[in-house]
């Protein structure tokens, strides 16, 4: 079966600092691979997304940016933190016409 | 591009109350239309889905209807319990196309009352 590992649960930085966050996928390949947030708790913001290796798509310009290294290995990055980009951000991975799987999220705190 | 749009923002019921969700969407090529709960704090889960080849699917107390003529689908909860309280997304997709094709809805609160 498939599954889906995001690391870490938790993250407090502060502000200019660089962030990583790392998104893996067992049991399944050349999965589509997705990178939201939920700013306010509510409305999933599709950020990234990336149909193969080193492909990647940007939904919203920002401070963020992502990669994909490898087959099932999604990363969300950004060079220096704003207070804006704290929120809850879930990696998800999907094969086009079903449902859509979810990590476990990453609540990050800028402060 | 795909639009999906999920009314209400917010909802709460009495325990034992039924509740219902509703989602239009703009893409008559969208043929996929899963649902997605989501309690505090933790991931979105699928809680059922529906094809465009059927106009209603039921699973126990939660049951979805698609009107494709309309363009839009409702999610029902009968019997209310305080463990229905959540977030719930609708979405819409087609089963070939782009990656970006799955849209959510901006999500309903729902909260019943005990």
């Known amino acids: 079966s498939q599954t889906i590992h995001q690391w870490p649960a938790t993250l407090v930085q502060p502000v200019g600092s660089p962030l990583s966050l790392e998104c893996t996928v067992e049991?399944?390949?050349?999965?589509?691979l997705y990178w939201y947030r939920q700013a306010a708790g509510r409305g999933l913001q599709l950020l990234f997304y990336s149909v193969g290796i080193g492909q990647i798509s940007s939904e919203v310009p920002q401070n963020l940016s992502a990669s994909r290294p490898q087959d099932r290995q999604f990363i969300l990055s950004s060079k220096k933190l704003l207070l804006s980009d704290s929120g809850f951000y879930l990696c998800?991975?999907?094969?086009?016409?079903?449902?859509?799987?979810f990590g476990q999220g990453t609540r990050l705190t800028v402060v | 591009g795909e639009n999906v749009e999920q009314h209400p923002s917010t909802l709460s019921v009495q325990e034992g109350d039924s509740a219902v969700i509703k989602c239009t969407y703009s893409?008559?090529?969208?043929?996929?239309f899963p649902w997605y709960k989501q309690e505090l704090g933790k991931r979105p889960q699928l809680i059922i889905d529906?094809?465009?080849?059927?106009g209603e699917k039921k699973d126990q107390r939660i049951a979805v209807t698609l009107n494709k003529t309309a363009k839009h689908f409702s999610l029902h909860i009968t019997e209310t319990q305080p463990e229905d309280s959540a977030v719930y997304f609708c979405a819409a997709s087609r089963s070939s196309g782009s990656a970006r094709q799955l849209t959510f809805g901006s999500g309903t609160q729902l909260t019943v009352l005990p």
């Open positions: 893409d008559s090529a969208s043929n996929y």
């Open positions: 529906i094809r465009s080849n059927v």
């Open positions: 998800a991975w999907r094969r086009t016409g079903i449902e859509a799987f």
């Open positions: 049991g399944t390949s050349n999965p589509n």
